[in-house]
């Protein structure tokens, strides 16, 4: 369940029967928080993504990739069949221009989506650095047209407020959110933990920033365990169990 572009979804994916070494993301902004501790437990794999944060040339070579894009953006054909190493510049030409060919973009809404996950990313950094307890995340999409939005815990202070009016880009600030990104992550890891514990060995637990926080569950079913999300629902904490939605398959 890594997420669709528009809304940032902080994932955790469990996957096989057997123990496994816990993987991180390789986004600049995932952080595992109270997941990390899952380690020390008998468990699968997992790993854990924060979507829409690409800040980089090679950032936005993967986004486009994960778009449908073809090959990988900085190498080009020549006639003769050889490859050739592009600049940075042209390579981020390539990747937005594959993007824009595979969304059904112009360049320019390439570019303008290309600037405003740039920005936004910037602004977010800063805020979880210096203010961790107030920054739940950010987002851009789905269309390029769109702002890119940060959100944050309560009130956006005078230091967010400033940082968002110097960027390049017009962000709009979405505060008064009921949890900070490291709190997303506890709750992940408490619902992460019931799955566990209940038995089921399949399953991928999502946080939707863009949604109050909301835990979302996709449970692959095993036999003999709850089937249905009223049947499972007694056995989640109360303080997660009117911000949970399970699907099972």
Known sequence: M???????VVAVWFLGACGGQAREGDHADSRPGAVEERRATPSPSFRHDTPNTARSPQGVQQAAAAAGSAAPADWQSTDDADSVALGED???????????ESQGWTMEQAERYHA????????AERVSAERPDSFVGSAVGPAPEDPPRLYIKGTADAFIDELVASSPVMIRVIDQQPFSRSELDARQ???VGVLQEVGYREFAVAADIERNGLLEGDVRVIPGLPTTEQELLPRIPASLRDAVRITFY
């Open 2 to 8: 890594v997420g669709k572009r528009g809304s940032l």
């Open 189 to 191: 890891a408490m619902l």
């Open 90 to 100: 042209e390579a981020l030409a390539t990747t937005l221009a594959a993007m824009a």
């Open 116 to 123: 405003g996950t740039e920005a936004v990313g910037a602004v």
